[in-house]
């Protein structure tokens, strides 16, 4: 099975119920952060200057389950307008 039918079948059976223990909240855990970010990136698109905020943030911690700094560059400079050379 491909690994993304894997994940979605954990996903699907954490999210039910039908899976409980440690490793079953660290998984609802993680699909929380991972609506959050998706709500938050939405937003970010849409210009809003907060949300655009809490994303480079996130991604300079390496919070959310995000990676850290190379993307967040990108991510500011494409919702800012800005280039690397312009800071």
């Known amino acids: 099975l491909p690994a993304?039918?894997?994940r979605n079948t954990i996903k699907?059976?954490?999210t039910s119920g039908a899976i409980?223990?440690?490793?079953?909240?660290?998984w609802k855990k993680r699909i929380e952060e991972e609506e959050e970010v998706a709500e938050t990136r939405r937003r970010a698109e849409a210009g809003e200057a907060r949300a655009t905020r809490d994303l480079g943030?996130?991604?300079r911690r390496g919070e959310k389950c995000l990676a850290v700094?190379?993307?967040m560059r990108t991510i500011l400079s494409t919702y800012t307008g800005c280039s690397q050379a312009d800071s």
């Open 20 to 26: 409980s223990g440690d490793k079953a909240e660290a």
């Open 12 to 14: 699907g059976m954490v």
């Open 69 to 71: 700094a190379r993307k």
């Open 57 to 59: 943030f996130w991604y």
């Open 4 to 6: 993304v039918q894997v």
